[in-house]
């Protein structure tokens, strides 16, 4: 089970006020102090009302990415992804359109000697991945949580959590800043 989205503790906050969810899990060790009271940050919601399940792969350069595991697909090579560019199997200039079925990962080294060639072809044929195809290989990467109360919501591999704290920041002017992400099932 993965949640619906990730949302900051700002708008979690915002939800709750506005009871648009309903507060699963708070932060232990988190509150946000007003002038009249103390409200501890939500660290899990849920939302109120059903919220389609769109199961539906969007087609964006990561999800690329993710379908060929970050290998380019010419000469075999895992790099990360700044490492790594989308190439068209048939090139545009001939053609050939930005889908699944036409596009492939690759490093630059071979989407640069590719070039407009169409007779060099990846080692495999491109595809429209399904949605629980790319979850499988979402769950081979590290996932960071702030809240180990997260993991009672999701399905993740264990050795593939890595817990970071939420961490207060002083901005520029001295004021405390917080970059932090909360959990919304539904």
Not at 45 to 50: E, F, I, L, R
Not at 55 to 78: A, G, H, I, P, S
Not at 168 to 184: L, P, Y
């Amino acid at each position: 089970m993965l949640p619906v989205s990730v949302v900051s503790w700002k708008v979690a906050m915002r939800l709750v006020t506005l009871d648009k969810v309903i507060v699963l899990k708070e932060h232990d060790d988190w509150t946000v102090r007003t002038p009249s009271c103390e409200i501890p940050v939500p660290s899990v919601v849920m939302t109120t009302q059903y919220v389609k399940w769109n199961k539906q792969v969007k087609y964006n350069r990561n999800n690329v990415f993710l379908r060929d595991n970050y290998t380019c697909q010419y000469c075999n090579t895992q790099l990360s992804k700044v490492n790594l560019t989308i190439d068209h199997v048939l090139p545009r200039s001939l053609g050939g359109g930005t889908s699944w079925e036409n596009v492939t990962t690759a490093c630059v080294k071979c989407n640069s000697l590719k070039g407009n060639d169409k007779k060099i072809v990846p080692k495999t044929k491109p595809r429209k991945p399904t949605y629980y195809e790319l979850i499988a290989k979402e769950q081979d990467k590290i996932l960071n949580i702030r809240d180990f109360g997260w993991l009672d919501y999701i399905s993740w591999p264990e050795e593939n959590v890595r817990y970071k704290p939420h961490r207060t920041k002083r901005s520029s002017n001295g004021r405390r800043t917080e970059k932090h992400s909360i959990r919304a099932t539904s």
